[in-house]
């Protein structure tokens, strides 16, 4: 399993709302310029992550995208879910009747537990945590 580009960028263009002052809206042209992402493969991915309910996005003039719950509400694991889909090492610790091992193996409960913890270290990570912010309160 790799993360892929567009949970990386996902990642990035959060942290890049995180830091900024609570409720202020950014457009995907700020946010592309910033972090050196393409533009185009930027708004795709913001889509994915409205879907998802982690951004808002407001149109017309003055418009962006702004966090939709605060950073320190929002894990990276959650990030990389909306993009990438439930994360998992490996097929058989998603669905063990995938497995081809039916008594299940050794690998399927190394990599289960694995699996585990990396999605534990993921899902106790906030925006704020990584992105070095303190919580600013502020109603999203």
Request: hydrophobic share 45%; aromatic share 2%.
């Given at each position: 399993?790799?993360?892929?580009?567009a949970g990386e960028y996902g990642v990035?263009?959060?942290?890049?709302?995180?830091?900024?002052?609570?409720?202020?809206?950014?457009?995907?042209?700020?946010?592309?310029?910033?972090?050196?992402?393409?533009?185009?493969?930027?708004?795709?991915?913001?889509?994915?992550?409205?879907?998802?309910?982690?951004?808002?996005?407001?149109?017309?003039?003055?418009?962006?995208?702004?966090?939709?719950?605060?950073?320190?509400?929002?894990?990276?694991?959650?990030?990389?879910?909306?993009?990438?889909?439930?994360?998992?090492?490996?097929?058989?610790?998603?669905?063990?009747?995938?497995?081809?091992?039916?008594?299940?193996?050794?690998?399927?409960?190394?990599?289960?537990?694995?699996?585990?913890?990396?999605?534990?270290?993921?899902?106790?990570?906030?925006?704020?945590?990584?992105?070095?912010?303190?919580?600013?309160?502020?109603?999203?």
């Amino acid at each position: 399993m790799q993360i892929t580009r567009a949970g990386e960028y996902g990642v990035l263009g959060l942290l890049n709302l995180a830091r900024r002052e609570p409720g202020e809206v950014v457009m995907i042209d700020a946010l592309s310029r910033d972090e050196g992402i393409p533009r185009s493969f930027l708004a795709k991915v913001f889509q994915q992550l409205a879907r998802a309910g982690l951004v808002r996005s407001l149109r017309g003039v003055g418009g962006g995208f702004v966090l939709a719950r605060q950073p320190d509400q929002i894990t990276v694991l959650e990030v990389l879910e909306a993009i990438e889909g439930r994360l998992a090492l490996q097929r058989c610790t998603l669905d063990m009747a995938a497995c081809r091992d039916t008594a299940g193996c050794r690998l399927c409960g190394l990599l289960g537990r694995a699996q585990d913890r990396m999605r534990d270290v993921l899902g106790q990570t906030t925006l704020a945590e990584l992105a070095g912010v303190e919580h600013r309160k502020e109603a999203v």
